[in-house]
């Protein structure tokens, strides 16, 4: 963009503006890495000179199971996002690539729900659980999420930009149906699938509502949950040993987001604009 | 491949997610609507169809009002700062700037930081006395304050969080969308002497309508969805003076454990939504015009 404005004047104070913007953005983090490294009675007075310590992860860590929740966030995403691929890929194949009546009628039914989402169902879903044996099990948290309408969307926009000539060559050479999928539509597809995987990845990571309704036990609580009961105020822990162990949940997903952020930002982007 | 074999092909590859999604949205969906119309069911009464009873339930009690009157002031809140920020943040980060991506990865992050994580930092900058918050108000001369304790902040305090979650997620859209405008606009309206506030309001704003509007149906989604927030900051409280309709619903199903409430409340955000999605079909039609 060209400098357009009354002179370097201007522009340095709208510098000044993005830049201030960008602390306040980031103060909450900020003043999480400062609690959480220092010693407790630090983590209101700020002073420069404070010392610096590892003491509040290591109470932190011992003060609940993080390693057990970890465990269960990450088959939780893992979990999810297999499910996801396979059941998103078959649908959005049928909805790109076959005429079959009631076609129009069930895509429109896809895309309603993106409007009800599985979070506005709690009540209802819980029941189902129930009666499927899955309250309390971390595939019973995943389960909602599995056909996702946002996904079928996005893939069923990809392979329809895919050549029919592609798949009429396939088909030739004595292809299957899944074989043409498998080796044509799934490569080309890459870019989607690493941009969908991203934003689900990083959504059921945070999410919170759903699961904290179907667990109730260490075994199965995601991240979200259990930090939730670690940094209820009744629990009687302090600020410093909470932001260390917010910090330890977040830990992953945040080194990710620094280490890959073009790919995070484009990802977001590009899920978007679709 | 011949017809009627393509046919059952496209079904049954559709078949595996259209049974997750009937049996997860369009099931519990119905049956929500149904159970409207039952009371609750206990050991000694069993559930029996009631009408409208329940309906007349809500209609009556004060705690519904209320909070459907907080999710209209969070909405309304939430919805046009954080457009606004987004709109601001994309063409800075978009322009001549120095740090670009550090100024950008700083809007980004709260986007990926999950609510609950981040609810608990908030938390302490709320805190009286010595939360950051009060701190810095001490250094300008005013008192202490009980930010989320008194009814007259506590939203507004919610709505703070809530802008600063989703500005930079909107961002990203805006900044994919401004990265399409051809740059001879911006050189033509300055060769025409146009202010770069001129050049905003009447061309930049215009072209960027399209993804107004997609931002828009997400930010009125999010509003009746994202209230992870809560169950950190305030539950709801005092005296429901942050409740939102979904964290209404939550309470009356599992902790007053009157799911035919529950049902009766979830058809009011089902319809909500459902009127979001007519919305955004007449919307989508206009956008039409601008591509």
Redesign the interface.
């Known amino acids: 963009m060209t400098v357009i404005g009354k002179g370097s004047w201007a522009q340095s104070l709208e510098t000044i503006g993005a830049w201030l913007l960008a602390i306040i953005w980031m103060l909450p983090l900020i003043y999480a890495f400062w609690s959480a490294f220092h010693p407790p009675e630090y983590s209101t007075r700020f002073d420069l000179l404070a010392p610096l310590t590892l003491e509040n992860f290591a109470v932190a860590w011992d003060r609940a199971p993080f390693a057990r929740y970890f465990l269960n966030t990450f088959i939780l995403v893992t979990m999810i996002l297999l499910a996801q691929f396979v059941l998103c890929t078959l649908a959005a194949f049928a909805f790109a690539r076959f005429d079959f009546p009631g076609k129009s009628v069930a895509f429109v039914f896809v895309l309603l729900q993106l409007m009800i989402m599985p979070e506005v169902l709690i009540v209802e879903n819980y029941i189902t659980m129930s009666k499927i044996g899955a309250v309390d099990t971390i595939a019973g948290i995943g389960l909602p999420y599995m056909a996702s309408a946002f996904g079928i969307f996005l893939l069923r926009q990809t392979f329809k930009t895919i050549p029919k000539e592609l798949d009429d060559a396939a088909s030739v050479e004595g292809c299957s149906v899944f074989q043409i999928l498998w080796k044509v539509y799934v490569p080309l597809a890459r870019p989607t699938y690493v941009a969908y995987g991203l934003v689900s990845v990083s959504h059921h990571w945070n999410n919170f509502l759903w699961p904290l309704v179907i667990t109730n036990s260490v075994e199965t609580r995601p991240l979200t949950v259990g930090l939730a009961i670690f940094g209820a105020p009744e629990s009687g822990v302090d600020w410093s040993i909470i932001t260390a162990g917010t910090l330890l949940a977040v830990a992953p997903l945040l080194v990710a987001f620094l280490l890959f952020q073009r790919q995070f930002v484009q990802s977001f982007m590009y899920a978007g604009i679709k | 491949?011949n017809?009627s074999r393509?046919?059952?092909?496209?079904?049954l590859?559709?078949m595996?997610?259209?049974?997750?999604?009937i049996?997860?949205?369009?099931?519990?969906?119905v049956?929500?609507l149904g159970?409207s119309f039952f009371s609750q069911g206990t050991a000694l009464r069993p559930s029996e169809f009631v009408g409208l009873e329940n309906f007349q339930y809500m209609f009556d009690d004060d705690v519904f009002w209320q909070v459907v009157r907080n999710n209209v002031i969070y909405a309304a809140g939430t919805i046009p700062i954080s457009i606004a920020?987004a709109i601001?943040?994309a063409v800075?980060?978009?322009?001549?700037?120095?740090?670009k991506?550090?100024?950008?990865?700083?809007?980004?992050?709260?986007?990926?930081?999950?609510?609950?994580?981040?609810a608990?930092?908030?938390?302490?900058?709320y805190t009286p006395e010595?939360?950051?918050l009060d701190?810095v108000s001490r250094v300008f001369g005013f008192g202490s304050h009980n930010w989320l304790g008194d009814p007259d902040t506590v939203l507004g305090c919610i709505i703070a969080v809530t802008i600063?979650k989703e500005?930079?997620?909107f961002m990203?859209?805006y900044?994919?969308a401004l990265q399409t405008l051809p740059?001879e606009l911006?050189?033509a309206?300055?060769l025409e002497g146009a202010?770069?506030w001129y050049?905003f309001r009447r061309v930049m704003f215009p072209l960027l309508m399209p993804t107004t509007l997609?931002v828009l149906i997400n930010a009125i989604?999010n509003s009746?969805?994202l209230?992870?927030q809560l169950?950190?900051l305030t539950k709801g409280g005092p005296d429901n003076a942050s409740s939102l309709l979904?964290y209404y619903?939550?309470e009356v199903?599992?902790s007053f454990l009157d799911?035919a409430y529950?049902?009766t409340l979830?058809v009011v955000?089902?319809i909500a939504?459902?009127f979001?999605?007519v919305g955004q079909f007449f919307l989508l039609d206009k956008k039409v015009h601008y591509r």
Not at chain 2, 6 to 11: L, P
Not at chain 2, 23 to 29: D, E, K, L, N
């Open positions: 491949m017809i393509t046919q059952v092909h496209g079904w590859l559709l595996p997610a259209a049974i997750f999604l049996a997860f949205t369009y099931y519990p969906a049956v929500t159970k920020l601001l943040m800075w980060v978009n322009g001549k700037l120095r740090f991506s550090l100024t950008r990865m700083c809007y980004f992050t709260p986007t990926i930081l999950p609510m609950i994580a981040v608990n930092i908030w938390l302490f900058f010595i939360g950051l701190q600063w500005a930079g997620f990203i859209f900044l994919a740059p911006e050189e309206a300055h202010s770069r050049y997609f989604i009746f969805k209230v992870d169950f950190i979904l619903i939550y199903a599992f799911q529950a049902s979830t955000l089902l939504l459902a979001i999605a």
